[in-house]
């Protein structure tokens, strides 16, 4: 688990440097942590209580109430991406991802055609880039 922790923080470096204030760069690896590791569960009570108890409410207010430029992070994901996979034989992929959901609380779930189950269905639907090169792909965005 040290080695994983330590594979993430280093991973995580260069994006939490472009977050700016202390309490989100200390916050992101906890969230990260949290959506990547064990749970069934991703939203943040679960994920608070599973690592980091005393902190929810810094957890939340990453979440919730942060709000800091997008673009940074984004230009950042796009160096590291062309870092792994770039290539002049590299393709970028855009892709439909219907995830299926039960109930219209979601933003954007409706009946729609669902491309993994092949029929229409009560689903959220996103569209993904991902930079590929052979085996290996790399998501650069999801809307």
């Known amino acids: 688990m040290a080695e994983q922790d330590a594979t993430l923080t280093e991973w995580l470096k260069?994006?939490?440097?472009?977050?700016?204030?202390?309490?989100?760069?200390?916050?992101?690896?906890?969230?990260?942590?949290?959506?990547?590791?064990?749970?069934?569960?991703?939203?943040?009570?679960?994920?608070?209580?599973?690592?980091?108890?005393?902190?929810?409410?810094?957890?939340?207010?990453?979440?919730?109430?942060?709000?800091?430029?997008?673009?940074?992070?984004?230009?950042?994901?796009?160096?590291?991406?062309?870092?792994?996979?770039?290539?002049?034989d590299a393709f970028l992929v855009i892709d439909d991802t219907a995830l299926p959901k039960k109930g219209d609380h979601s933003v954007g779930v409706a009946p729609q055609y669902a491309s993994m189950l092949g029929k229409r269905a009560n689903c959220q639907t996103l569209v993904s880039l991902t930079l590929a090169h052979d085996e290996v792909p790399v998501p650069v965005g999801l809307r």
């Open 14 to 88: 260069p994006f939490i440097e472009k977050l700016g204030h202390k309490k989100r760069r200390q916050m992101c690896p906890v969230y990260i942590s949290g959506l990547i590791g064990p749970g069934d569960r991703k939203s943040i009570e679960p994920m608070a209580e599973r690592l980091a108890p005393d902190r929810y409410d810094r957890l939340h207010h990453f979440i919730s109430d942060g709000i800091w430029d997008a673009g940074p992070l984004e230009a950042e994901l796009a160096v590291q991406a062309d870092r792994l996979v770039g290539a002049s």
